[in-house]
């Protein structure tokens, strides 16, 4: 399958559905796209036939906020129609809210208080050992929520409890919806702190590249006594140059002109996705 031509189709479904909704978290849906992508099509054991299978794995959106990202990917998954998302998106009464909802199948965890997903899903990695099952736990963090204390509760939790069958990832746009995140909260040394508390962790460079994602969660199932953390290098907005590293896109619903602009952004670069992988 051709991973970066699926990524801008279910970037298209995401922005349709922000302009249905009348609102969404757009920016950071576009920057963690790829690594949804990758886990939910080239990583984990979940389907919509196994989705109460004790033994699948589990993700919990913790960055809940970019619900709408996690809506194309389980859309195209088939976990519910991907046009019953778009018309129903924030409307009164509709189960496809703006946070993730776990009364929806695929939805491990209602989510969006920022911090509260990491130490959530130590607790399911350290459930799923208990009970001898082989399963992995992923849990997707924004960077801006890193400045949260219970992340680092949990953090020397899971160093603590050697979770190797626990991988947290790092959507690191750089952005926050108050600036820059080395200006609200530094944390350019994750690397070193992650590994103090007993982490492995792999940088991707080029975090929006499925290829590149893929290896770093095939190098996370190969280690053995640790919990792992994949820094993923991203770009809020990616995939759309007028939407590309600007904070004023963290929340926004695109105008007539900028939904045209960002549909053939798209389209153009599908279509190179595609001359790519076929030459």
């Known amino acids: 399958m051709n ?5 801008y189709d279910l970037r298209k479904n995401t922005v349709d559905m922000i302009m249905a909704g009348k609102g969404g978290h757009i920016g950071g849906d576009m920057s963690v796209m790829d690594i949804l992508i990758t886990l939910y099509f080239r990583q984990m054991n979940i389907s919509p036939q196994n989705c109460e299978d004790p033994d699948r794995d589990l ?3 913790s960055k809940g906020h970019c619900v709408e990202a996690l809506y194309s990917v389980l859309a195209a998954k088939g976990f519910f129609p991907i046009e019953k998302v778009i018309a129903e998106f924030s409307k009164f009464g509709s189960p496809f809210i703006g946070h993730p909802n776990n009364k929806l199948p695929g939805i491990e965890m209602n989510s969006g208080s920022l911090g509260h997903g990491l130490p959530v899903s130590i607790g399911m990695a350290l459930a799923c050992r208990m009970n001898g099952r082989k399963n992995r736990v992923y849990v997707v963090m924004g960077d801006g929520e ?3 204390g219970s992340v680092w509760e949990g953090v020397m939790a899971a160093g603590m409890y050697h979770l190797s069958n626990l991988c947290a990832v790092v959507d690191r ?10 200006e609200v909260m530094a944390q350019d040394d994750l690397e070193a702190r992650f590994a103090t508390f007993g982490w ?3 940088r991707v460079s080029e975090g929006n590249d499925s290829d590149r994602l893929n290896e770093a969660f095939e190098n996370a199932k190969m280690t053995e006594d640790r919990p792992v953390l994949v820094i993923a290098d991203t770009l809020k907005g990616f995939g759309a140059s007028i939407m590309e590293n600007e904070i004023s896109w963290h929340h926004h619903v695109p105008s007539r002109e900028e939904y045209e602009q960002i549909m053939q952004d798209f389209a153009q670069r599908k279509e190179r996705a595609l001359h790519e992988y076929n030459s």
């Open 173 to 182: 746009n750089r952005l926050q919806i108050s600036g820059i995140t080395e």
């Open 59 to 61: 993700l919990v959106m």
């Open 200 to 202: 492995k962790v792999i």
């Open 146 to 148: 890193l400045a949260e």
């Open 3 to 7: 991973y970066r031509a699926l990524s």
